[in-house]
């Protein structure tokens, strides 16, 4: 079992950064896949970033790529989403999520996650 809980979320205006943290307990982030997605009102949730556990790989929805980080710190078994270059289309919850699955691909489906966080509001102002 995976507990995640998420911090950071608030308001900025676009051009703002904000960094999301999510701190896991129960396994260590370092033998599990880990990712970012995001839900804005009256949308499906939406892939955002993931960090393979084997490696340390990240991926990144076209939408973020080049503004979002993705990041680990095993040793507070926790991980970050470094979000720069804010964009009111950023505007949504934000939930931190858990994948005990070997990957072959990476997943980029919430369906294929295990655990959830609580998410964290993010709103970009224009």
């Known amino acids: 079992q995976v507990q995640l809980v998420e911090s950071g979320g608030g308001l900025v205006q676009a051009g703002g950064s904000l960094r999301l943290s999510c701190a896991a307990s129960g396994r260590t982030l370092s033998s599990i896949n880990m990712g970012w997605f995001r839900q804005a009102p009256g949308k499906e949730r939406e892939f955002v970033a993931a960090?393979?556990?084997?490696?340390?790989?990240?991926y990144y929805a076209d939408s973020v790529k080049g503004r979002f980080t993705m990041s680990r710190d095993n040793a507070k078994n926790t991980v970050y989403l470094q979000m720069n270059s804010l964009k009111p289309e950023d505007t949504a919850v934000y939930y931190c999520?858990?994948?005990?699955?070997?990957?072959?691909?990476?997943?980029?489906?919430?369906?294929?996650?295990?655990?959830w966080g609580q998410g964290t509001q993010v709103t970009v102002s224009s």
């Open positions: 960090i393979r556990w084997s490696g340390g790989s990240t």
């Open positions: 999520s858990a994948d005990s699955a070997r990957w072959r691909r990476p997943h980029l489906s919430p369906v294929e996650y295990d655990y």
